[in-house]
């Protein structure tokens, strides 16, 4: 996963002895392929460099697919030369990925919930035990996958255990490609063509191609369509690894020496070595992956795979056969494993950013523990000892999960002990009647001290204070309408049977403002209605999503809100938006004009109904500055409030809208600005009034968002006017 999504790499770094090529060109006896761990360290530093660094790497995340070609191609040699012909044979092979695989990853999954537990924010412990548990039973890659389209949950901070993706990935692929091996096997038995090596060649290459073909094919495709969940899934990962599997087969069932120019096979190599290298440097997070354009680092780490084995002076097998080369490949399982918990649990113990200091002791670290993790724990279980023991490998590895998942559940325990706690307290702040409680401080008249000790809702209670337009874990509706479709979603609340109708209208931070009008439309006896979707701005303008589908969805429901509101006539339309994408052809900077124009072209149309509209200008953002979560800066900052401030200029972005209604200059078109509600002049400040003022990095908590209704009520009544 990259970087900005959570990003990383992962491999099965099975063993290197399998058929290879010698220095002639020729298909050698089975020998250690130092080629292979030349790459893995190749893979590994690309990685880690990435994570570290993205700015110097930003196509780093390609590691993740030499891995996985390398993986492919080293299972499905050990396949074909020992292929499964029965079900113990399969029960053998899944034995071994389990001794080579489990020991050091559950190892660091425990580490690093332990480590949470004690050195993460309190705010960080559910999503790093979720992933935990889902990356103990390999199923994390789809976790993240449904977590990527959620809007709010891909702005959140990355765990230190989401980088198991991939090994999540590798493991449903152990799972199936030994099956598909072992029916390809009884074909060829069964047409008794297993005696001829070229056609039981042949049978492999079109069995196993077919399956990378469709996988491709759904890579593509499913790339274009929904990016963000395509990263993830299985299925369109599985042609990377089956392309290393086809190369095997190629190499493996031959029925005479393959025989290649050495100096032909040398530029090849290094072709393949320079596609992964310059993938490394020019590939970004925008990069559409893995589809099509996976094809160039994948081909080029295949092509090494068939044609490097050799070590002459000018193949880059030489290269990659030094020793340094050699030891980095070697601990490369253990290095991935660390590398990623030290990057994401760093800040929370140094205080602070990562500096260039910070860097080189996560890279030492990382080392050291890898290479204890090797010695001690990958080779300790790999030893002839253990091979013999099929029923206590498995017994053993559910057992190991079986830790892992019930640390994960104590930290949930404790975690939901803390937010019951944190309930409590604010339940009772709620039931006071302090004027200088949340929005109320910022009146200067009232002359509040400023916010100390313990704020409520407390940190850990406060990512979760969101509007009930969000849905709730007891079945409440989620209100909102989200990619790939965009379907008109409408929720309802306040008085069901109230003759007034306020409809509210934007993207999320329309929604985050539900909680101040159901407390207003309580005192007023109105009915809310929303029309509300994710990240998509209600201006008549193409906005720049990942696909050009995403981008009309979008369009069409801005088109369709915008009809549907106007034939409805509520009595009053509430406004508001934040802009987080450019438009189409534009970056973000240029983009204010047209975003001013497609306001204007939705706004006009209300106001040619003689609708009247209210403007809620767009409230200040923490994560346009560098705090992008209030709650876990509060969590780890403690009562150190002036840490997670900022500056009301670097946090309050310009708003297109205010511009658009200004344009349009009607009397039934109104602005509020509520934002001297929730920042001071010149600085603004997490906790306001004893109240944390968001849920995250841009969103007003619930809590916050009502005690704004005193001020937001008066404006509303006076745009709704009297009742005809």
């Known amino acids: 996963m990259r970087n900005e999504e959570v990003p990383t790499v992962m491999a099965t770094f099975a063993d290197s002895e399998v058929a290879s090529v010698d220095g002639t060109g020729a298909t050698a006896s089975p020998g250690k ?9 190749i893979a590994v530093a690309l990685v880690v460099v990435y994570h570290l660094v993205p700015a110097a790497l930003t196509g780093g995340f390609v590691g993740v697919d030499v891995f996985f070609v390398v993986s492919g191609f080293l299972i499905t040699s050990h396949l074909l030369t020992r292929r499964p012909t029965r079900p113990r044979h399969l029960l053998e092979f899944w034995a071994r990925r389990i001794r080579r695989l489990l020991p050091a990853s559950l190892l660091v999954l425990l580490v690093t919930l332990v480590a949470t537990r004690w050195v993460a924010p309190v705010t960080q412990w559910e999503v790093t ?7 103990a039973t390999y199923l994390v890659n789809w976790l993240l996958a449904n977590d990527s389209v959620d809007y709010l949950a891909a702005a959140s901070a990355p765990s230190p255990v989401q980088h198991f993706w991939s090994l999540s990935v590798e493991e449903q692929f152990y799972a199936g490609w030994p099956v598909l091996v072992l029916l390809v096997g009884h074909v060829a038995i069964a047409t008794r063509i297993a005696g001829s090596l070229r056609r039981l060649r042949l049978l492999f290459l079109v069995g196993l191609g ?27 990962r599985i042609w990377e690894l089956g392309l290393g599997g086809l190369v095997a087969a190629l190499l493996v069932l031959r029925d005479r020496p393959l025989r290649l120019d050495p100096a032909l096979a040398a530029v090849a190599a290094w072709i393949g070595i320079a596609a992964i290298v310059w993938t490394g440097f020019t590939y970004t997070g925008s990069t559409p992956f893995p589809g099509w354009q996976a094809l160039v680092p994948v081909g080029g780490t295949a092509l090494v795979l068939g044609v490097a084995a050799g070590t002459q002076a000018w193949s880059p097998g030489r290269l990659l056969a030094l020793r340094p080369c050699q030891w980095l490949g070697d601990i490369s ?44 724990v990958e080779d300790v279980f790999r030893t002839p000892s253990w091979s013999r023991r099929l029923g206590q490998t498995y017994a053993l590895g559910a057992a190991g999960m079986a830790v892992v998942i019930a640390a994960a559940a104590l930290l949930v325990v404790d975690l939901h002990a803390r937010e019951d706690a944190a309930r409590s307290e604010l339940g009772r702040a709620l039931r006071s009647d302090d004027p200088c409680f949340g929005a109320g401080a910022l009146v200067a008249s009232r002359q509040c001290p400023p916010s100390t000790g313990d704020p409520v809702p407390a940190p850990v209670l406060a990512a979760l204070d969101k509007s009930a337009a969000y849905g709730s874990s007891d079945g409440g509706k989620d209100c909102f309408s989200a990619l790939p479709a965009y379907p008109t979603v409408q929720c309802v609340f306040g008085d069901r049977t109230a003759e007034r109708t306020v409809a509210l209208v934007g993207n999320s931070h329309a929604g985050q403002w539900v909680p101040a009008l159901q407390q207003i439309a309580r005192q007023q006896h109105w009915k809310v209605v929303t029309y509300l979707s994710s990240r998509c701005a209600l201006a008549d303008v193409r906005q720049q999503f990942d696909t050009a589908e995403q981008s009309t969805a979008c369009l069409d429901w801005v088109h369709r809100v915008t009809a549907r509101v106007g034939a409805e006539q509520p009595d009053l339309v509430v406004v508001a938006n934040r802009v987080s994408l450019p438009v189409e ?37 923490p994560g346009d500055g560098d705090v992008p979560s209030v709650p876990d800066c509060l969590a780890s900052h403690g009562d150190d409030f002036a840490a997670c401030a900022g500056s009301r200029a670097d946090w309050e972005p310009a708003d297109p809208s205010v511009a658009a209604a200004g344009a349009i200059d009607s009397p039934s078109v109104d602005v509020v600005d509520l934002n001297d509600r929730i920042c001071g002049p010149r600085q603004c400040r997490p906790v306001v009034g004893g109240v944390v003022v968001y849920f995250d990095g841009s969103h007003l908590t619930a809590t916050y968002a009502r005690s704004l209704s005193p001020f937001l009520e008066p404006e509303l009544v006076a745009a709704m006017g009297p009742k005809p």
């Open 33 to 41: 392929r130092t080629d292979i761990q030349g790459l893995r360290a």
């Open 129 to 135: 035990a979720r992933q935990s548990a889902a990356a």
């Open 210 to 236: 077919l399956v990378v073909a469709l996988s491709f094919a759904w890579s593509v495709h499913l790339t274009a369509a929904n990016p963000a969940r395509a990263y993830f899934v299985t299925t369109t």
């Open 333 to 376: 399982y253990s290095v991935y494993l660390w590398h990623w918990p030290l990057i994401v649990l760093a800040p929370a113990v140094s205080g602070g950013h990562r500096g260039a200091i910070d860097n080189g002791v996560i890279v030492v670290a990382t080392l050291v523990l890898a290479a204890l993790t090797k010695t001690y």
């Open 585 to 621: 052809g534009a970056d973000l900077a240029d983009s204010a004009t047209p975003y001013e124009q497609g306001y204007e072209h939705v706004l006009r149309s209300w106001s040619d109904e003689h609708l009247p509209v209210v403007v809620l200008r767009d409230t200040p953002a």
